[in-house]
């Protein structure tokens, strides 16, 4: 199993900038696949960014350009750095992780709200 711990959301103003960081432990020599995802009030989870092993990364359009994905493999941590942050990316955001055999682990999520 494989356990996820996200941390560095919080309140920032339009235009501001933070990083979200992803920390896991357990089998974590079976993840192939680490991805961010975000869900709203009222909205469906939706998937915001993802890297591979190869450090091929994939973004949902609404961030591209302002997101970036990245990892750490020896530390076992992922990061989504936001930048430029609106209002509508205010949201619980959720990292993930895909293991060889389908398994999928979730984090607990952390808040970001973006507001003046």
């Known amino acids: 199993q494989v356990q996820l711990v996200e941390s560095g959301g919080g309140l920032v103003q339009p235009g501001g900038s933070l990083r979200l960081s992803c920390v896991a432990s357990g089998r974590t020599f079976t993840t192939y696949h680490m991805e961010w995802y975000r869900q709203a009030p009222g909205k469906q989870r939706e998937l915001v960014a993802s890297?591979?092993?190869?450090?091929?990364?994939n973004y949902a359009d609404s961030v591209k350009g302002r997101f970036t994905i990245s990892r750490d493999s020896p530390k076992d941590t992922w990061y989504l750095q936001m930048d430029n942050l609106k209002p509508e990316d205010t949201a619980l955001y959720y990292c993930a992780s895909v293991q060889y055999g389908g398994q999928r682990a979730w984090g607990q999520g952390t808040q970001v709200t973006v507001s003046s």
């Open positions: 890297i591979n092993l190869s450090d091929v990364t």
